[in-house]
T-cell receptor
Framework: EAQVTQNPRYLITVTGKKLTVTCSQN?????MSWYRQDPGLGLRQIYY???????DKGDVPEGYKVSRKEKRNFPLILESPSPNQTSLYFC???????????????FGPGTRLTVT | AQSVTQPDIHITVSEGASLELRCNYS??????LFWYVQSPGQGLQLLLK??????LVQGIKGFEAEFKRSQSSFNLRKPSVHWSDAAEYFC????????????FGTGTRLKVLA
């Protein structure tokens, strides 16, 4: 089954304790992305990747890191989480148009993170 | 700056009534455009997409959207709403040059009255 998986689905942690949220897709998609969803703000892109070892900042990258060492995986790293990073996080992937631009995104189920 | 605007935060319609959700974009060139739906506690599902060509696009669940370049709009419509359509709807855009961000609007929450 074609899918995007995220782990963990729920996470409660304390300020400053490093954490990683994993994301994996089995559709051989080039483009992968992380979003955070907050009430009234919609989904905001944190980082995206157009292929292995190619990443770029979205609109809200502060406090986050990513890496793309394999095509299927795109982990999100919070080196020192703070309470303002409490949010619902989605990973997504899509095909990449050779002349530029990503197609429709396929979303993971979401990770609800609480930082106390 | 590139942006996607959904001017209506909440919309309430009666079951069986028609629906139009507004979306406006601000980009240098025409981006790829999408509508997604998110049911309570769920992830996002694609309703429809526009890349080029016919400006009226059909999607799943009886939804359609019309791209109007002159108005920088991509409004979502449905002729007859069902109670199961109650959800949050997001318009999104993907750039085709420069930075390859994917930008979402802030969403419109649809309530359906029986």
């Amino acid at each position: 089954e074609a899918q995007v998986t995220q782990n963990p689905r729920y996470l409660i942690t304390v300020t400053g304790k490093k954490l990683t949220v994993t994301c994996s897709q089995n559709m051989n998609h080039e483009y992968m992305s992380w979003y955070r969803q907050d009430p009234g703000l919609g989904l905001r892109q944190i980082y995206y990747s157009m292929n292995v070892e190619v990443t770029d900042k979205g609109d809200v990258p502060e406090g986050y890191k990513v890496s793309r060492k394999e095509k299927r995986n795109f982990p999100l790293i919070l080196e020192s989480p703070s309470p303002n990073q409490t949010s619902l996080y989605f990973c997504a992937s899509s095909l990449w148009r050779t002349s530029g631009g990503s197609y429709e995104q396929y979303f993971g189920p979401g990770t609800r993170l609480t930082v106390t | 700056a590139q942006s996607v605007t959904q001017p209506d935060i909440h919309i309430t319609v009666s079951e069986g009534a028609s629906l139009e959700l507004r979306c406006n974009y601000s980009y240098g060139a025409t981006p790829y455009l999408f509508w997604y739906v998110q049911s309570p506690g769920q992830g996002l599902q694609l309703l429809l997409k526009y890349f080029s060509g016919d400006t009226l696009v059909q999607g799943i669940k009886g939804f359609e959207a019309e791209f109007k370049r002159s108005q920088s709009s991509f409004n979502l419509r449905k002729p007859s709403v069902h109670w199961s359509d109650a959800a949050e709807y997001f318009c999104a855009a993907s750039t085709t040059s420069g930075t390859y961000k994917y930008i979402f609007g802030t969403g419109t929450r649809l309530k359906v009255l029986a």
